[in-house]
């Protein structure tokens, strides 16, 4: 237990506004760098709602929700964003876009109001594309893409935020990467492989590498 | 080099609307006219502001509604600022700055009111509901407005149908003066908030994982871009067409990062208003063209040549 805990959820209960009953009834979820975890469940048994109430994104009713030993609702969007990285299940562009602009964008977070991007922004522009393998694709207009390589560049924007949880909406996966924010490679636990894994075959994560944990999900309840 | 060409275009388009007019000045006496001094000068200066604000608004308010098409006149202020006008109007109140005051107090309520609609729960402010929001009550408005010119006599029927169309002819350097003073917090409000402008496109949801303060950035681009259109329609009436059309070429010129193209936008903006308002004084002197119809007659065709060039490439 000597890695750092990056995310720590302790008995939470989650309740939407005029629903009958909990979405979630004291969920636990420790992740800690190094660690990847597939949150399982039937249709509407709460992987969402578990994956914003431990993302700051809604507040827990009961419980606690800790992101590296803060409470998630203390974070400021621009600090979490820094520390946490979302590849979107889906996005609807209104302007077109380059490959490389979409991806720069995840250096929002480290950028000060009125300067520009510096030198260490765009290489960690360049090692995101590089470590989604889609350096070749950088100029391309994001609607000539494929559905699979726009997701990958996606998750290239969120590795450029140098996170140390990233977060895949499409199947609630939570990776996490022990080396600290803005220090380099982010995510030593995904490769290309890894990748294609999640965005092909959602269940066969058991092959991860770094050994996923599954935190299986029915009716708000963990069965752990 | 787009700048630098950007910068000749507002410098000569400023140039021609102090040159050019009904009256006749000689280039040697340019500097010393009263003609110049106290008519064209303030009136092209007003007309650069005024467009540059709506520009720079359509710009802004097309990410956050993430509608290409929208426009300030769609969230319901220029409807607000007509009854306004038409109000003050109607009721005979007699002071030069009676309309602008009255322009510019509908256009707040009106704002107001879009704004309190386009609250969900009381929270969050929805783009969708905004847009839908501002139609509505830029119809309601433009319902009243009619049924008060319908019901007022020949005499203020012309006036408020002058003012209606929009036009510069009631520029002095007191609006000049007080534009200036007034713009500069919105437009700094939105040049503020390009970065997170371009998250907004992609999405809340996106945004808000990149780092986007998202409701913080919706209202304060929703305000500054509504107080600078209130403004502007306040001083000139209503004027189509910049908003949306300069905002758009300009994205063809400079990509759709909002970091160069909200500046961009307030220069072009600013450009082709003190260009189409020179056009209105001088095509049928000495009579005024409206200046919303020339900037349709201006804008139209230098947009569709942008639009090709970037189809071809």
């Not at chain 1, 803060?70 to 876009?97: C, H, K, M, T, Y």
């Not at chain 1, 000060?112 to 260490?120: F, I, K, Q, R, V």
């Not at chain 2, 109140?93 to 309309?99: G, I, K």
Request: proline fraction near 6%.
């Amino acid at each position: 237990m000597d890695r750092e805990l990056i995310l720590d959820v302790r008995s939470v209960s989650y309740r939407y506004p005029g629903a009958p009953a909990d979405a979630l009834e004291g969920v636990n979820l420790a992740v800690r760098a190094g660690e990847v975890h597939a949150v399982l469940g039937p249709n509407g048994s709460g992987k969402t709602t578990l994956v914003r109430v431990a993302l700051g994104l809604a507040r827990p009713a009961a419980g606690s929700v800790m992101i590296l030993g803060r409470p998630a609702g203390a974070w400021s969007r621009r600090a979490i964003a820094r520390v946490v990285g979302v590849v979107a299940q889906r996005e609807d562009n209104l302007f077109p876009q380059r490959v490389r602009e979409t991806v720069l964008l995840g250096r929002y977070a480290y950028l000060s109001l009125w300067g520009t991007e510096a030198a260490e922004d765009h290489a960690a522009v360049d090692r995101a594309l590089a470590r989604c393998d889609v350096s070749s694709l950088a100029n391309r207009w994001i609607w000539t893409l494929s559905g699979g390589e726009y997701q990958r560049v996606r998750l290239a924007r969120a590795l450029a935020q140098e996170p140390k949880l990233l977060r895949f909406a499409d199947r609630v996966l939570l990776l996490a990467d022990g080396r600290p924010a803005g220090a380099g490679a982010p995510a030593d636990v995904l490769t290309r492989e890894t990748v294609e894994r999640v965005f092909a075959w959602p269940v066969s994560i058991a092959s991860f590498e770094g050994r996923p944990q599954m935190i299986p999900l029915r009716h708000g309840k963990d069965e752990i | 080099m787009r700048w630098l060409g950007l910068g000749v275009v507002v410098a000569a388009a400023l140039l021609l609307a102090v040159v050019l007019g009904p009256a006749h000045v000689p280039l040697a006496d340019l500097a010393t006219s009263e003609v110049v001094r106290s008519l064209r000068l303030p009136r092209a200066l007003l007309a650069f502001l005024v467009g540059g604000s709506l520009a720079i608004a359509g710009a802004a308010l097309q990410a956050l509604v993430r509608n290409p098409l929208a426009d300030p006149s769609l969230l319901g202020l220029s409807g607000g600022a007509g009854l306004g006008a038409v109000l003050a109007i109607a009721l005979h109140v007699n002071s030069p700055w009676a309309l602008p005051i009255a322009a510019f107090a509908g256009a707040l309520g009106a704002m107001a009111l879009v704004y309190r609609l386009g609250l969900v729960g009381g929270a969050e402010l929805d783009p969708r509901i905004l847009i839908l929001a501002g139609v509505a009550v830029g119809a309601f408005t433009a319902a009243v407005t009619t049924a008060l010119v319908s019901l007022s006599d020949a005499a203020e029927l012309r006036n408020a149908f002058l003012w209606l169309w929009g036009g510069l002819s009631g520029a002095s350097w007191d609006n000049v003066a007080l534009l200036c003073v007034y713009a500069p917090l919105p437009v700094v409000v939105l040049l503020a908030a390009a970065r997170p402008l371009d998250l907004l496109a992609l999405g809340e949801e996106p945004a808000r994982h990149l780092g986007a303060d998202v409701e913080s950035v919706k209202r304060r681009v929703y305000l500054a871009a509504s107080l600078l259109t209130a403004a502007a329609v306040a001083v000139s009436g209503v004027i189509g067409f910049v908003g949306l059309v300069v905002p758009h070429a300009m994205r063809l010129l400079w990509g759709h990062r909002h970091r160069p193209l909200l500046p961009a936008a307030f220069l072009g903006g600013g450009a082709l208003l003190a260009l189409s308002d020179t056009v209105a004084r001088v095509a049928v002197a000495p009579r005024e063209l409206p200046v919303g119809i020339v900037t349709a007659l201006i804008g139209v065709p230098v947009f569709v040549l942008l639009l090709r060039k970037w189809t071809a490439s």
